[in-house]
């Protein structure tokens, strides 16, 4: 177990609120500039549904002290009803009108989506990360960042995604941030792990860009950084690895190349946040989150269970 598992535990989970919250501002604050005067000004980071979904992750794995899809489509919808306000897109609210009217489990209702093709949105690898974090021992990674997709994510590169995601997670939280990270390494862990051909694509092409060292928005241009997963996902994995000892670094890289960007910054900040720990995060960001007690306190939770024997964790 790596010897500082709580704070990068801690540093994941507030990272990617942060990411988030911080990703939101950024679609009226687009330069550096503009935005860290935004910052210096906000009194509250609120976040969107990309947190509210990650925690209510967390909640269901600490509830059941498994992945148990449908208690995690319950739990999804329960938060939506409570906050339908968080910026949602169209999949999860469909999904739980057809659970309630139709009388479908939401595995059931996932798979309706799109014409029965599912969603490959970024959806499900946005919410990932306590279940790379929890599982990031498991052989059975892949089949559990899968269970986690399919209450709202069916098509193969939406499971690919988040499955991607969470191995990412997985490996930044075992990762000793005073040693150096080789990209080509992190992204070959990668390669072998995801199941899509698209998606393996999208990480050799990280690879290329990241040795001729192609400027960010070019590579954003060409890697994609829409809401489909296989755009926005190795967008985030890109921007992670090229500035791997920054969190800040990373969030703006990742929120300031256009695209979808709150969940480009959740999904990038989860990663550096199990990579370099919660130190690393800025203490003003972090006094201004929303929740942030709240977060710590499902992070910590979340800890406690993997290291209590995460042998044994199904």
């Known amino acids: 177990m790596n010897t500082d598992t709580r704070g990068k535990f801690l540093g994941c989970l507030l990272g990617s609120a942060l990411g988030d919250a911080i990703g939101e501002l950024a679609f009226h604050n687009t330069s550096v500039d503009r935005l860290s005067h935004k910052l210096d000004l906000v009194k509250e980071l609120i976040y969107t549904d990309d947190t509210a979904m990650t925690i209510g992750t967390a909640e269901s794995l600490l509830e059941r002290g498994c992945l148990d899809p449908e208690h995690l489509g319950k739990t999804f919808q329960k938060n939506f009803q409570r906050e339908p306000w968080r910026g949602y897109a169209s999949g999860p609210p469909t999904i739980f009108a057809s659970v309630a009217q139709a009388g479908m489990t939401y595995v059931e209702a996932a798979k309706s989506l799109f014409g ?12 990932v990360a306590p279940v790379g974090l929890l599982y990031q021992t498991s052989p059975d990674l892949y089949e559990k960042a899968s269970l986690s997709a399919s209450v709202t994510h069916a098509h193969p590169l939406g499971i690919d995604g988040a499955a991607v995601q969470a191995k990412a997670v997985a490996l930044a939280e075992s990762l000793d941030p005073s040693e150096e990270l080789s990209s080509d390494e992190f992204l070959n862990s990668l390669i072998d792990f995801a199941k899509t051909q698209q998606m393996k694509s999208k990480l050799y092409m990280i690879q290329r860009l990241i040795a001729e060292n192609v400027s960010p928005m070019r590579a954003a241009q060409q890697i994609g950084r829409s809401v489909t997963v296989q755009e ?22 990742s929120i300031l ?36 007690a709240y977060i710590e306190e499902f992070a910590l939770k979340l800890e406690e269970m993997y290291a209590a024997d995460s042998s044994r964790i199904k």
């Open 116 to 127: 029965g093709r599912g969603s490959f949105g970024n959806g499900a690898a946005m919410r």
């Open 232 to 253: 926005s996902l190795p967008f985030s994995i890109y921007s992670f690895l090229l500035y791997a000892q920054s969190f800040e670094s990373c969030l703006f890289c």
């Open 257 to 292: 190349n256009g695209g979808d960007r709150d969940t480009l910054g959740a999904m990038a900040c989860a990663i550096s946040g199990a990579y370099l720990g919660v130190e690393a995060l800025p203490r003003s960001w972090l006094k201004k989150l929303e929740k942030r």
